[in-house]
C-alpha cells in the first residue's frame, strides 16, 4: 500500500507539473502542499565569516558580531559535519559571554548550548536551557532546546513537555513540528511522522531569507522516514531531492547510498557511500562502504574501510566519548571486540539512558554473551512501542538466543516487513535466522 | 583564541592547525551524530519580520514633504544580497500614522511586495496602500554584488504625490550595543561603571539593512487625517501573513496577518522592555501602551538604571504615555545635509538618520547629565536629497576596515 501510494503520489507529482500547477503532497494532511524541490543559491558563507572574523579581531569585545560568526560556524558544521566548525563556534560564544553575560546576552548562551548538543554533552545542554527559560521563558527556542536534550538524555515525558511548551510558544513552525515528529517516531507511528515532517517542509521552504540547510534536513528526514518503513523509490526521491536543494549535502549521499543498496544497486551504493565519504568521512558511511565492498567481494577494499574505522576509533577515544555508540554497534554488527563494544555500550547507556542507546547495549551484550542483560536493555528499547525494523531484528535475535523461538520469529518476522532491507549485512542474518 | 593578544593568537593558531593537520591525516573530517536524528533545525528567526529603526523627519529640502522610514533584517553582510537583500513577500510592513494627539493610529500605510523571482534580475513589486489614499506600485531597487553601489530607484506616484523607495542600504543606526550592555550590567550589578562607554565602536557599521522609505505630502496628512497640534507620529510595524512559517488555528480563515513586531521611538522596544515581555510588546497596540501595560516593566527597568522620577516623567512623555510613536512637529524647520541637521529639530522631536538618539536617551536616563556611548555618527555619510539613507556597503576584501571606529 505504501509503495502504491507512493507511485500515486509521483505520478500526480509529474502530473502537475507538467501542467504547472501546485503540487498536493500525499500525506493525510489537507493543509500542505510538498514544495517541488528546486535549488536555493548559498550565499556568500565564506567571505561574511571572514568578514565577522576581521571584525571581532578589531574588537574582540563586539558581542553581535561574536554571535553571528558562532551561528554561522555552527551552519557550517550542520552543513558539513566536520567539527573543526564545532570548535570554533565554542570559541565565539565563549568569547561572546565573556564580553558580555548571558543576562544581557542570552542568544550567547543559547549558542554555547547548541555546541554542547552537537558535542553530545546533552547534560549541560539541559542545564543551559533551563537557565535561558529563566531569561527568555516567552520564546520558543529554550523549550526546544531543553526538549531534545531531554529526549537524548532518555527523559521522554519530560522532553514531551518541553516541545508542548515550545507548541505553545511557536505554534506550527517547522522547528515545531519536526519535534512533533521525532516524538511520533518514538513512538512508532511513522506514517503521522511524515505528514509532520511535509507540514514542516512547506513551512520551511517560505522562509526568506531561505534556510537551505533546514530545507536540505528536512528532505533528508523525509527519505529516512520513507527508508525505515521499507518504501525505497519514496525514499529515494527524498534523498535526491534534498541533493537538488543542497548538491553534495552529506546526510543525503549516505540516504541515497543506502537506498540503492536495500535496491540491490550495489555499484550505485558504493559509488554514493564513496562521494559521501569523500566529504565526511562519517563511521557509519565508512562501515557501510566496507560491507558494500564484502558483498561485492572486493574483500580488500573491505578490508581497507574497516581499518580506517579502526583508526577513527582510536582517534574518537582520544576526542572524548561521541563516537562510542557508532562504534559499539559497528564492532557488534561485525562481531568484533565483543567486550570493548559492551563497555562502551555500557558507558554511554550510562550517561545516556535513551531507547537507543539500551538497544547498542542490548545488541553489544548479546555479542558479550550477557543474554539476560540484553534481554533486560531491548525491553528498555521496546519501551515507546518505536517501530525500527533494527530493534526488531535485534529483540529477535536476543530471544533466539534465550531459547524463546516463538518471540524471535516474531520479532525477525517484523523487521522485515517493515523495512526487508533495513541493513545490507543485518537483513540478511534475520532472514538466515528466520529460514533455520 | 579570539581575545588572546597577536602573539598568542599566533601560537595558537598555529598549534590548532597542527591538530587539524594531524586530525586530517588519520580522519580528514569528524562526524556529528549523523547516526543521531535529534539534531533537526532549531527555532528560526523571521529575519524579514525583524524591525530594527523608525524614522520621521521633514524633508530638509522641501519642509512640505514629511519622510517616513523603517528598517527591517538588519546586520546584512556586504556582499550577502543573493538572499538577504529580498523583502519577504509574506510579511506586510506598515508605518502606523497618528495624528489626533492621541495613542490610537489615524491612519495606515501598508507596503507589500511580489515574491522575488530568483532568477534573473528581476526587481520585486512594492504595493503601497493605506487607510487615506488609493493603492499604488513601485519597483524595488535589485542590489548587486558589484564594487559601485546600485543606484536606488525612487517612484513617485502622480496621483498622491508619495515617493517610494525600498531595497537594500547602509545601516543608518549607530550605537555601540557592548558599551550599552556593559554599562546597564554594571548598574544592576550596583557598581554603575561608565568607562564602558570608552570604547566608542559602531556596532552597526559595515553592516547593510532593508528599508522602506517614503516621501509624504504634509497637505495630505493634513487634508486626510485631521492633524492637530502640528504633529505627526511613526510607529513600524509588521505582520506576517497567516498561515505562513507558522500553522495556527485560524489559517482557514480569510488571509490576514498575525503581528510581529514593532518600532517606534529608539531604544523602548530593544533596551527599556525586558527580554521577558518582548514578545508580547512588539505584537501590543499603541494603545496598550497609553493604558500602562508596559509602563512598570520600562520603569523599572529605568530605576533600575538610576533615573529619578523627573527624567522617568519626561522619557514616559515621550513613548508612554500617548503610545510609542515617534512624534514630529510639522512645523519645526529642519535644514541642512544627510536629512538635516540644524539644531533643536532633532529627536525626540521626530528622528532624522543622523540625531544621536542614544546620547539623547543616556542624558535623561542619567538624570540629564552627560552621558554619552561616543558613537557620535554614522560610519558612511547619509544622502542630501531622498531616501537621504546611504547606498549599501558593497562587498570588500577581507582586511578592509569595517569603520566601526569613528
Not at chain 1, 515528529?181 to 513551512?203: F, K, M, P, Y
Not at chain 2, 529639530?345 to 528622528?351: I, L, S, T, V
Request: glycine share 8%; with cysteine; net charge neutral.
Amino acid at each position: 500500500m505504501q509503495s502504491k501510494s507512493c507511485f500515486a503520489k509521483l505520478f500526480a507529482l509529474t502530473l502537475a507539473l507538467a501542467l504547472g500547477i501546485g503540487c498536493a503532497s500525499s500525506s493525510a494532511s489537507p493543509t500542505s502542499a510538498t514544495p517541488p524541490a528546486k535549488p536555493i543559491p548559498a550565499e556568500s558563507g565564506e567571505a561574511a565569516i571572514r568578514f565577522l572574523e576581521d571584525r571581532v579581531k578589531r574588537d574582540p569585545d563586539d558581542f553581535p558580531a561574536l554571535n553571528n560568526l558562532a551561528g554561522r560556524y555552527l551552519l557550517k558544521l550542520r552543513e558539513t559535519g566536520n567539527l573543526q566548525w564545532l570548535e570554533l563556534a565554542k570559541r565565539s560564544a565563549k568569547a561572546s559571554l565573556k564580553s558580555v553575560q548571558a543576562e544581557q546576552n542570552p542568544e550567547a548562551l543559547h549558542l554555547l548550548a547548541q555546541t554542547e548538543f552537537a558535542a553530545h554533552d546533552f547534560a549541560a545542554v539541559r542545564d543551559h536551557a533551563r537557565q535561558l527559560i529563566e531569561l527568555e521563558n516567552r520564546k520558543a527556542y529554550p523549550h526546544q532546546l531543553l526538549g531534545d536534550a531531554l529526549l537524548e538524555l532518555g527523559e521522554y515525558e519530560a522532553a514531551k513537555k518541553a516541545f508542548a511548551e515550545m507548541e505553545v510558544r511557536q505554534r506550527g513552525g517547522h522547528s515545531t513540528l519536526i519535534r512533533q515528529a521525532r516524538l511520533a517516531q518514538l513512538t512508532g507511528n511513522n506514517e503521522r511522522a511524515q505528514r509532520l515532517h511535509s507540514d514542516a517542509l512547506q513551512l520551511a521552504s517560505e522562509m526568506v531569507p531561505p534556510e537551505r540547510e533546514a530545507v536540505a534536513w528536512i528532505r533528508w528526514q523525509l527519505g529516512e522516514t520513507a527508508f525505515s518503513v521499507g518504501d525505497y523509490a519514496k525514499a529515494e526521491i527524498e534523498y535526491r531531492d534534498s541533493l537538488t536543494t543542497f548538491p553534495n549535502y552529506y546526510r543525503a549521499l549516505g540516504g541515497l547510498a543506502k537506498t540503492l543498496a536495500a535496491k540491490g544497486d550495489v555499484n550505485g551504493a558504493i559509488e554514493q557511500y564513496r562521494q559521501a565519504t569523500a566529504i565526511l568521512p562519517d563511521p557509519v558511511f565508512i562501515a557501510a562502504l566496507g560491507d558494500l565492498y564484502e558483498a561485492a567481494g572486493r574483500q580488500a577494499e573491505a578490508k581497507a574501510q574497516f581499518a580506517l574505522l579502526e583508526k577513527m576509533a582510536a582517534l574518537a577515544a582520544a576526542n572524548g566519548e561521541v563516537y562510542n555508540r557508532v562504534l559499539a554497534q559497528f564492532y557488534a554488527d561485525h562481531d568484533l571486540k565483543p567486550e570493548a563494544a559492551y563497555q562502551m555500550a555500557k558507558r554511554e547507556y550510562d550517561a545516556r539512558r535513551d531507547i537507543y542507546g539500551a538497544d547498542v547495549l542490548a545488541w553489544t551484550s548479546l555479542k558479550a554473551g550477557k543474554i539476560a542483560e540484553a534481554q533486560a536493555a531491548i525491553k528498555e528499547a521496546l519501551r515507546l512501542g518505536t517501530a525500527d525494523a533494527k530493534l526488531f531484528f535485534h529483540a529477535g535475535m536476543i530471544a533466539r538466543a534465550a531459547g524463546d523461538k516463538a518471540v524471535a520469529r516474531d520479532f525477525l518476522q517484523r523487521a522485515l516487513k517493515l523495512n526487508p532491507q533495513f541493513d545490507l549485512r543485518q537483513a540478511s542474518i534475520a532472514k538466515q535466522a528466520l529460514a533455520e | 583564541m579570539l581575545q588572546l593578544s597577536n602573539r598568542t593568537k599566533k601560537l595558537g593558531a598555529f598549534s590548532l592547525a597542527l591538530s587539524l593537520l594531524l586530525t586530517l591525516l588519520v580522519f580528514p573530517a569528524q562526524e556529528i551524530g549523523a547516526a543521531d536524528h535529534g539534531d533537526g533545525p532549531g527555532v528560526s528567526i523571521d529575519r524579514s519580520a525583524d524591525l530594527n529603526d523608525a524614522y520621521l523627519f521633514l524633508d530638509p529640502n522641501d519642509n512640505t514633504k514629511l519622510v517616513a522610514i523603517m528598517t527591517v533584517n538588519g546586520f546584512i553582510v556586504p556582499g550577502e544580497a543573493v538572499n538577504f537583500g529580498v523583502f519577504d513577500h509574506n510579511i506586510r510592513y506598515r508605518f502606523e500614522l497618528e495624528a489626533s494627539g492621541d495613542a490610537a493610529p489615524d491612519g495606515f500605510i501598508d507596503v507589500t511586495f511580489s515574491e522575488k523571482i530568483r532568477s534573473g534580475a528581476t526587481q520585486q513589486t512594492a504595493t503601497v496602500s493605506s487607510t487615506f489614499f488609493p493603492t499604488f506600485t513601485a519597483l524595488t531597487t535589485n542590489p548587486n554584488l558589484s564594487a559601485t553601489a546600485p543606484e536606488t530607484v525612487v517612484t513617485t506616484d502622480q496621483g498622491t504625490g508619495i515617493a517610494v523607495a525600498a531595497g537594500l542600504f547602509d545601516d543608518p543606526f549607530f550605537f555601540d550595543i557592548p558599551a550599552f550592555s556593559r554599562f546597564v550590567g554594571s548598574v544592576l550589578a550596583g557598581q554603575p561603571n561608565v568607562s564602558h562607554f570608552n570604547r566608542g565602536r559602531d556596532s552597526f557599521a559595515g553592516y547593510n539593512t532593508l528599508a522602506i522609505a517614503l516621501s509624504l505630502p504634509v497637505s495630505l496628512l493634513r487634508s486626510r487625517l485631521s492633524v492637530a497640534n502640528n504633529t505627526v507620529g511613526l510607529s513600524c510595524r509588521t505582520a506576517r501573513r497567516n498561515g505562513t512559517i507558522t500553522r495556527r488555528p485560524t489559517r482557514f480563515a480569510a488571509p490576514n496577518f498575525i503581528d510581529v513586531d514593532r518600532e517606534g521611538v529608539p531604544a523602548v522596544n530593544v533596551a527599556l522592555t525586558p527580554f521577558s515581555r518582548k514578545n508580547e510588546y512588539n505584537t501590543a497596540s499603541t494603545q496598550d501602551d497609553a493604558a500602562g501595560r508596559f509602563a512598570g516593566d520600562i520603569v523599572a527597568t529605568l530605576t533600575a538604571l538610576g533615573t529619578n522620577q523627573t527624567n522617568i516623567g519626561i522619557l514616559a512623555g515621550v513613548a508612554v504615555t500617548r503610545g510609542d510613536f515617534v512624534r514630529v512637529s510639522l512645523t519645526t524647520a529642519n535644514s541642512g545635509p544627510g536629512g538635516g541637521n540644524n539644531a533643536n529639530a532633532g529627536f525626540p522631536n521626530g528622528r532624522r538618520l543622523g540625531d544621536d538618539v542614544i546620547d539623547t536617551i543616556l542624558f535623561f536616563v542619567a538624570n540629564q547629565n552627560a552621558l554619552r556611548d561616543n558613537v557620535n555618527a554614522n560610519d558612511v555619510p547619509f544622502r542630501d536629497t531622498f531616501p537621504f539613507i546611504g547606498a549599501p556597503q558593497q562587498p570588500r576584501d577581507s582586511g578592509v576596515d569595517d569603520n566601526t571606529r569613528n
